[in-house]
């Protein structure tokens, strides 16, 4: 054997020490930045559909958490404990256009493709979808509350957001102003730790309560709230809260517990929905 042969084979075993040094370093910074990334990726969860044109919807197990930021926007506060006795099943993706119309007819978003959230959906129109969905399935589908859907996004998280404490972990996440120009097909990105696409960004979120300034006197039982402080005019119906940001909106913007609004019948390019259902509840 050549001495060349020789340097060649004694450099073999440093090579490959190398590259899996630099493969367990690239692990530890991904789980660093990203929490829930190895739990998103390998955790079997558990998954259905109703119907072949059904959402497919994600078990959430009963629990409790804490709800809101107490160092962040005065309509987060007062941060407080929020406990579920039920599990309850909602959207793995944002509704999508391809299942729009297949429940609805028709086709009202700006940016067309069938894997793309449904858009240019008012939340009277979401709510629309969710009559005819539980005529379709004769189940009782609906909104999430807001109280599910920031237990439903931390998924056991209590960091910013819910990959991490650093916003650079939402390019993972999700579509936000800095990665994307336009909404996005659902489920591109990796899943929280509930197996749930695109609680950041790609559009906003539709829940069923009726936004105030403040959470004081709020559910703490995983209900919507249906009354609002936040009304100039208390004959007016109140604004509806929209959650998780958008393609349009910063990563720092889409904090877990970040909260938005608007009237029931406005419709945005960049707002859509998902669907929820309960399951049962604990004895």
Known sequence: MSRLEMSRLKGKPFAIGATIIIVLLALVYVYRLVPGYFHAVFYDHETFRDCSDCPEMVVIPSGNFMMGNSNRAPDEKPRHLVTFDYTFAVGKFEVTQAEWRAIMGNGPSRFRRDDLPVERVSWIDAQDFVEALNVKTNEKYRLLSEAEWE?????????????????????????????????????????????????????????????????????????????????????????????????????????????????????????????AKTLNVAD
């Open 151 to 275: 237990y439903m996004a931390r998924a056991g998280t209590t960091t910013d957001w819910s990959c991490g404490d650093q916003d650079t972990c939402v390019n993972l996440a999700g579509w936000h102003l800095g990665n994307s120009y336009s909404n996005n097909p659902v489920g591109q990105k990796i899943a929280n730790g509930f197996g749930v696409h695109d609680i950041h960004g790609n559009v906003w979120e539709w829940v069923e309560d009726c936004y105030d300034f403040t959470y004081d006197g709020a559910p703490v039982n995983g209900s919507a709230r249906q009354t609002s402080n936040a009304r100039t005019d208390p004959n007016e119906p109140c604004e509806r809260v929209m959650r998780g940001g958008s393609t349009f909106t910063a990563p720092w913007r889409m904090r877990t517990a970040r909260r938005f609004r608007n009237l029931a019948e406005n419709k945005f390019l960049n707002v859509g929905f998902r669907v």
